[in-house]
């Protein structure tokens, strides 16, 4: 039972109020909880994948790797708290506006899942990744040693215009020389040696088009805690939580109007209750409404000029 409970805390929901609800209903949370080690733990194997690559320090890339999954997995949980129908009176803001809220929350998850899959479809298409980056190492060398060439080629015509038996020239020459090998040498050296992490990304999303698919499952995957989440919206964890935070709230606004009242009496030795310009406090969802009725102006002078 301890491990249940722990399991449903990570859905980030009241577990004191998830232990009297029905059995159904604990189910539902518990499921929505095994999502979130669950993420965790692809968020660690995927992340592991990236900073392994870009690290060749031997711990450094898992301590990293733990510290986004951390974070990630309490963004994600934070998302689905926001989720949770508000058990208290509140104003009506539209179906448009609940829309745009709710997909602003889908696309995130999406993001989230993009950010988990990718680097597991990467491990997924390695041979052939591989090849594919050794062929594009190769033009990009060749690219680079073409546009070296171009700009020292240029500098020498320079130089040809000069006297061919003048010694600078012949000096600045060999000087050019030493400079445009090394440079081309120093660029191969860096192409060989990085990673092309986002080459290889754009890569796996052209060439190979079926890694989506493995995008759309964890998108789906990561989704379901909000399905299940949003079945919950009319159940026995929702009409308990409202009476108790209702209940909360209207003890504390009775409390405060009492020592409001006390506080104006001592200060002016006159009773007073707080008021206010809603016809539901504390919840403030009603505005009140002008109800008395003016005349107009010629009924008044109509008064005036008859008495």
Same mark, same amino acid.
């Given at each position: ?6 399991? @449903? ?81 509140? *104003?009506?803001?539209? *179906? ?72 600078? @020239? ?138």
């Amino acid at each position: 039972m301890m491990l249940e409970d722990k399991i @449903v805390e990570l859905a980030g929901d009241d577990i004191v109020i998830v232990q009297r609800c029905s059995p159904e209903t604990r189910s539902r949370f518990f499921q929505m909880g095994l999502f979130v080690p669950l993420l965790f733990l692809l968020s660690v194997i995927s992340s592991y994948f990236i900073f392994s690559e870009l690290l060749s320090h031997p711990l450094m890339p898992f301590a990293l790797s733990l510290f986004f999954a951390w974070m990630l997995t309490n963004i994600y949980r934070l998302l689905l708290y926001t989720l949770t129908r508000s058990a208290l009176p509140d *104003i009506a803001t539209g *179906i448009t506006y609940s829309k745009t809220s709710l997909a602003l929350r889908l696309t995130f998850v999406c993001f989230i899942s993009l950010l988990i899959s990718k680097p597991i479809e990467c491990r997924l298409y390695a041979t052939g990744l591989n090849e594919d980056i050794s062929v594009y190492k190769q033009e990009e060398k060749t690219r680079q040693t073409k546009k070296i060439n171009n700009y020292y080629n240029a500098e020498f015509n320079e130089l040809n215009k000069v006297l061919a038996n003048n010694y600078y @020239v012949i000096t600045q020459f060999k000087k050019k020389e030493n400079e445009r090998i090394k440079t081309i040498q120093a660029i191969c050296l860096l192409v060989d040696s990085s990673e092309h992490y986002l080459q290889r990304l754009r890569i796996l999303n052209t060439k190979y088009p079926s890694c989506w698919l493995i995008s759309l499952f964890f998108m789906l995957l990561l989704n379901v805690p909000l399905s299940i989440k949003h079945t919950l919206r009319q159940s026995d964890y929702f009409t308990m939580k409202g009476l108790i935070e209702q209940r909360i709230v209207e003890v504390n606004y009775y409390a405060f109007r009492k020592k409001y009242s006390t506080l104006f009496y001592k200060k002016t030795g006159s009773h007073r209750s707080f008021g206010g310009t809603f016809e539901d406090p504390p919840y403030n969802t009603i505005k009140k409404q002008d109800k008395r009725k003016f005349l107009e102006e010629e009924n008044l002078l109509s008064e005036l000029y008859n008495a």
